[in-house]
């Protein structure tokens, strides 16, 4: 047999890299062109591909960060049994609500996202208020889910200073400036990172992949604390801390799992920078769940048979019990703190892939003239990879002054969560009943179609945020007090309210909605006109 030589190795490798490249060209002009079609020229680079932008939903999601920092109430709203099953039952759920997004997300893969898709989907008459609407119910909330993100990330270094020095309690101020570090090191890799972002998050998905299977073989092998039955791990429920009915309880319970989750449209908002974004994005979104969920229950199951006891965790003084239970399931603080650093770098990892969405929708919406001084904040700068600077650090700023509110009121800055959830849900599900409203008339030619499913799938979507939002709004602990009250609800009338004052103030004389070419407004107007018969 003929060996092939090392100079014809070459040339075919050659020819290889040239086709994938070709390809890869070929692709991204598609996307310019159809982006255009949308009503944007492209500014962004096209760096992501399937693998990226995947592991970038994961990293945004964070699941063992996002089901072990606010741990506490899970424990309150019934333990073991409300963190399984409630993990599973919110999984189901929001499945419903990526295939939604997915599908519309085809149709309309621009960085603009869901103010977009609302503008599109709207009627003439309010198209242009719902599109003003679902943006600062975007803006608020990719703020403040960084907020949590970036905030939970800092007392979680506070839970693992507490391992060695469990005396030490954190002030305020202390834990303010450790968030200011995290925070800083979130912005900075943003900044001068930005190409590297997709190694990062890749490296991200490899440290939570390994981080869930070296805990599910610490955990299982050493179990200082005791091992517990297959009936404790997964049916023990006990609703007595929340003070609520058992099965409002179960319900408060599954904040951790909601909040986990909350954030999965935010990969959105990084259209423009996806090769082929109308395939890729709804793949993206949908498989981020199941690939979630598995994650989850092998990160839950081996915590839940060696749980320590429920009420030592809930007098832990900081309120974050990771520490604690790491190490009293380790037996020794080394190895309660080698287990903590996994998830303390899955927070880390989520950061920054959160403050990067973020700094695009930001981007997004000033670039539609919807933000004060938006021409400052949709620049993008040429000098450090296409990055929009002037957005990464309008959110960088509004996060560190919204940390402020700390520092008077614990309980009031804890709302910011609740209302993060509140306002990214909200900002879902609208585009998603405008469609039901229309039939789903608009989506008939979307590249990822539902079928005659998905009506259903889209209201059970609707439904549960809306459902989702009233168990956001409640408190956690009765009867209530001034710190354990759950001011979301005020805080996202609050940030309404702003947002109203603004739009009558400015945004009634320039916004006008995204700039949608002709031929495709005169689509949309046939595609509302059809009869509901067609649907």
């Not at 997964?234 to 799992?257: E, M």
């Not at 700068?381 to 402020?404: E, F, K, M, R």
């Not at 805080?491 to 603004?502: D, K, L, N, Q």
């Amino acid at each position: 047999m003929r060996q092939p030589s090392p100079i014809s190795d070459a040339v075919t490798l050659h020819c290889a890299t040239t086709m994938s490249l070709k390809d890869s060209v070929d692709v991204d002009a598609v996307a310019r062109v159809g982006l255009e079609k949308l009503g944007y020229k492209q500014e962004m680079t096209r760096s992501r591909g399937l693998v990226h932008i995947l592991f970038m939903t994961l990293a945004i999601m964070a699941v063992p960060y996002g089901l072990a920092a606010p741990i506490a109430t899970s424990l309150v709203g019934g333990g073991p049994a409300v963190m399984i099953w409630g993990w599973i039952l919110v999984s189901i759920l929001t499945q419903t609500l990526a295939l939604s997004l997915a599908e519309i997300c085809s149709k309309y893969p621009t960085s603009a996202g869901a103010y977009y898709w609302c503008y599109r989907l709207g009627s003439p008459h309010t198209r242009v208020l719902a599109s003003w609407i679902n943006g600062w119910l975007t803006v608020v909330g990719v703020w403040t889910i960084a907020l949590s993100v970036t905030f939970g990330t800092a007392q979680l270094i506070v839970a693992g200073a507490g391992i060695y020095h469990p005396e030490w309690t954190a002030t305020a101020w202390q834990t303010y400036m450790i968030f200011l570090g995290v925070t800083a090191v979130a912005c900075l890799f943003c900044l001068f990172f930005n190409k590297h972002l997709p190694a990062i998050d890749i490296i991200c998905a490899c440290w939570t992949g390994l981080g869930i299977i070296v805990i599910l073989i610490c955990v299982s092998v050493k179990a200082a604390a005791g091992r517990h039955s297959i009936s404790f791990a997964l049916g023990h429920f006990d609703a007595s801390y929340s003070g609520w009915t058992p099965g409002w309880s179960f319900f408060i319970g599954t904040l951790p799992p909601a909040y986990t989750y909350s954030a999965i449209g935010m990969i959105t908002n990084m259209a423009e920078e996806v090769h082929n974004p109308s395939e890729i994005l709804p793949k993206a979104i949908t498989w981020s769940i199941p690939i979630g969920t598995l994650s989850g229950i092998v990160f839950l199951l081996p915590i839940l048979f060696t749980l320590p006891d429920i009420e030592t965790l809930l007098q832990v003084s900081s309120g974050q019990p990771i520490g604690v239970m790491f190490t009293l399931i380790m037996g020794s603080k080394a190895g309660g703190f080698g287990l903590w650093f996994i998830v303390f770098g899955i927070g880390m990892f989520c950061a920054i892939s959160i403050s990067c969405a973020a700094s695009r929708a930001t981007w997004a919406f000033a670039r539609d003239k919807a933000i004060p001084f938006h021409q400052l904040f949709s620049k993008i700068s040429p000098y450090l990879d296409d990055v929009p600077v002037n957005a990464l650090l309008l959110s960088t700023v509004i996060q560190i002054l919204l940390g402020l509110i700390y520092l008077g009121s614990t309980a009031a800055f804890n709302a910011f969560v609740g209302v993060a959830v509140m306002c990214l849900g909200a900002s879902y599900a609208m585009p998603v009943a405008m469609s039901l409203m229309n039939a789903r008339r608009d989506m008939h030619d979307a590249p990822f179609n539902l079928g005659r499913f998905g009506t259903v799938i889209n209201a059970v979507a609707v439904l549960w945020i809306m459902f989702a939002m009233v168990l956001f709004s409640m408190p956690a602990v009765i009867p209530v007090t001034r710190v354990s009250m759950n001011y979301a609800s005020v805080v996202f009338v609050g940030f309404g309210v702003i947002s109203a004052v603004w739009y009558l103030i400015n945004g009634r004389f320039h916004y006008t909605g995204p700039p949608i070419p002709e031929e495709s407004a005169a689509s949309s107007e046939s595609n509302r006109s059809t009869s509901p018969l067609q649907g």
